[in-house]
């Protein structure tokens, strides 16, 4: 069965500090990942979303950046944090088939103080 | 473009009570919907999906929604509201016309229930 793996579960980090968050998923090949973040009070917005190794779609401008070094492993990173970079991150897999459903991972609670 | 519009950020009602999460969505192309649900710091779950099958969904834990093409809704139901479904829910539309479709979401309704 597929299963999709999200690190770390909760991070503080000072404004201005990098940032990385991974996403692995297992069980499946080639699959469409996601990046999305929901703010406190608000609905989840697409960050990035990747249909292959080294191929990412930015949906937002801002100072966050994704990676997808390898087929399952997708990342988010940012060189400087700030305090509107607070959220809850959520990375999510899905085949690429239409009319297939995503999968979630269980979240990052991200704090930048 | 794809929207999708759900009508109240905040339900409450008493357990044992009906529960009814209303979504409206707009599409250019023939829409996958379904519902997810959002405990506290947690990651999402699927409830049920829509995908141009059977009009009445049934997902888990006894919800079930039904997709009204003449309505441009995907309302959620449950027939008996239990302490446990208090969470937030999100209804999400995803165009099915390419394989790298994204999902637009709704803006969540907060399912509140009363003892």
């Known amino acids: 069965s597929q299963t999709i793996h999200q690190w770390p579960a909760t991070l503080v980090q000072p404004v201005g500090s990098p940032l990385s968050l991974e996403c692995t998923v297992e069980?499946?090949?080639?699959?469409?990942l996601y990046w999305y973040r929901q703010a406190a009070g608000r609905g989840l917005q697409l960050l990035f979303y990747?249909?292959?190794?080294?191929?990412i779609s930015s949906e937002v401008p801002q100072n966050l950046s994704a990676s997808r070094p390898q087929d399952r492993q997708f990342i988010l990173s940012s060189k400087k944090l700030l305090l509107s970079d607070s959220g809850f991150y959520l990375c999510?897999?899905?085949?690429?088939?239409?009319?297939?459903?995503?999968?979630f991972g269980s979240g990052t609670r991200l704090t930048v103080v | 473009a794809q929207s999708v519009t759900q009508l109240d950020s905040h339900v409450s009602v008493s357990e044992g009570t009906p529960v009814l999460l209303r979504c409206n969505y707009s599409s250019s192309y023939s829409p996958s919907l379904f519902w997810y649900v959002q405990h506290p710091n947690k990651g999402l779950q699927l409830l049920l999906k829509?995908?141009?099958?059977?009009?009445l969904v049934k997902g888990i834990n006894g919800f079930e929604a039904e997709f009204k093409k003449s309505e441009t809704s995907f309302h959620l139901t449950k027939p008996s509201a239990h302490m446990s479904d208090a969470a937030e829910y999100f209804c999400v539309v995803s165009e099915t016309y390419s394989s790298a479709s994204k999902i637009i979401f709704g803006s969540g309704t907060r399912l509140s229930i009363r003892p």
């Open positions: 999510a897999w899905r085949k690429s088939e239409p009319n297939y459903g995503y999968t």
């Open positions: 829509y995908t141009s099958a059977a009009t």
């Open positions: 069980g499946t090949s080639n699959p469409n």
């Open positions: 990747s249909v292959g190794i080294g191929q």
